[in-house]
T-cell receptor, first 112, second 115 residues
Framework: GNSVTQMEGPVTLSEEAFLTINCTYTATGYPSLFWYVQYPGEGLQLLLKATKADDKGSNKGFEATYRKETTSFHLEKGSVQVSDSAVYFCALSPQGAQKLVFGQGTRLTINP | GAGVSQSPSNKVTEKGKDVELRCDPISGHTALYWYRQRLGQGLEFLIYFQGNSAPDKSGLPSDRFSAERTGESVSTLTIQRTQQEDSAVYLC?????????????FGSGTQLSVL
């Protein structure tokens, strides 16, 4: 079946640290891959996406590369800020299906 | 409205009672999704509506769960004879046609607590 596995949280970093949140997936065919973010008190919102192998999604300094050979879509940021504190969800859309399959979420806290 | 609106924001009910959750999608969004998020877990797909097509109900966990949507407007998720394991945040999302590769806009959710 289709599934997404995310790095266990919570993750706590200092401001300006390098961030990696690991995400691996299981899917048949060629899914689309996403990172969604939920800031405190807000609804989930799309952070970035990649729809085919080797694509790189980027937004707000975050990047993730669709790696089919390792079935991964790790989220990275070179220098995090306090405002990046949120819960991050990795997700996939199976090829030909009309739904998103989410990982369990990773809570990120950035300390000043 | 400006975003996806869900009501109520919080609902406390007794085991065995029925509950109805409401979702107002963004105007013009033909696709509408319901998800459930149990504490500490990921989002679990429940049901998907796209225009006037038959909904994808493959994620509904039991026949106690049902959802309706009239045209491209409001959707209601009904849970009959609630159980304690139904306690979760129920999230609604909408998007333009094109499936999940289009950006989904989520509501703030309804926190359901079954005592």
């Amino acid at each position: 079946g289709n599934s997404v596995t995310q790095m266990e949280g919570p993750v706590t970093l200092s401001e300006e640290a390098f961030l990696t949140i690991n995400c691996t997936y299981t899917a048949t065919g060629y899914p689309s891959l996403f990172w969604y973010v939920q800031y405190p008190g807000e609804g989930l919102q799309l952070l970035l996406k990649a729809t085919k192998a080797d694509d790189k999604g980027s937004n707000k300094g975050f990047e993730a590369t669709y790696r089919k050979e390792t079935t991964s879509f790790h989220l990275e940021k070179g220098s995090v800020q306090v405002s990046d504190s949120a819960v991050y969800f990795c997700a996939l859309s199976p090829q030909g299906a009309q739904k998103l399959v989410f990982g369990q979420g990773t809570r990120l806290t950035i300390n000043p | 409205g400006a975003g996806v609106s869900q009501s109520p924001s919080n609902k406390v009910t007794e085991k065995g009672k029925d509950v109805e959750l409401r979702c107002d999608p963004i105007s013009g969004h033909t696709a509408l999704y319901w998800y459930r998020q149990r504490l500490g877990q990921g989002l679990e797909f429940l049901i998907y509506f796209q225009g006037n097509s038959a909904p994808d109900k493959s994620g509904l966990p039991s026949d106690r769960f049902s959802a309706e949507r009239t045209g491209e407007s409001v959707s209601t998720l009904t849970i009959q004879r609630t159980q304690q394991e139904d306690s979760a945040v129920y999230l609604c999302a909408s998007s333009y046609p094109g499936g999940p590769s289009e950006k989904l806009f989520f509501g703030s959710g309804t926190q359901l607590s079954v005592l």
